[in-house]
């Protein structure tokens, strides 16, 4: 299994960007995706998070600002981010936690993509 995320790029501040993260390979279940973040000089935080029955969950810094979607079919999550701040500023990475097709379970970091902000 493998993971290919995409999306990032520079933005001016009250702009929009929209990451996408592929899971591929023999995918039995992705049971969580998850986005973190990782600014220069500061730890990993997470982002935002959904699970396999639909369920979000967002850290309040970007609460009302950005959005995570799926598209099932497609083993792809989405981080919808509208009225960005230079504060969102960092290299986002995401998460898929799952079982193969043989039902051995994953645990998958795909490629960080930087996400600048310029005020």
């Known amino acids: 299994v493998q993971l290919q995320a995409s999306g990032g790029g520079l933005v001016q501040a009250g702009g929009s960007l929209r990451l996408s993260c592929a899971a591929s390979?023999?995918?039995?279940?992705?049971?969580?995706m998850t986005w973190y973040r990782q600014a220069p000089g500061k730890q990993r935080e997470l982002v935002a998070t959904?699970?396999?029955?639909?369920?979000?969950n967002y850290a309040d810094s970007v609460k009302g600002r950005f959005t995570i979607s799926t598209d099932s079919a497609k083993n792809t999550v989405y981080l919808q981010m509208d009225s960005l701040k230079p504060e969102d500023t960092a290299v986002y990475s995401c998460?898929?936690?799952?079982?193969?097709?043989?039902?051995?379970?994953?645990?998958?970091w795909g490629r960080g993509t930087l996400v600048t902000v310029s005020s």
């Open positions: 390979g023999s995918i039995h279940l992705l049971n969580a």
């Open positions: 959904i699970t396999s029955s639909g369920s979000t």
């Open positions: 998460n898929a936690r799952g079982y193969t097709s043989l039902f051995r379970a994953f645990d998958l």
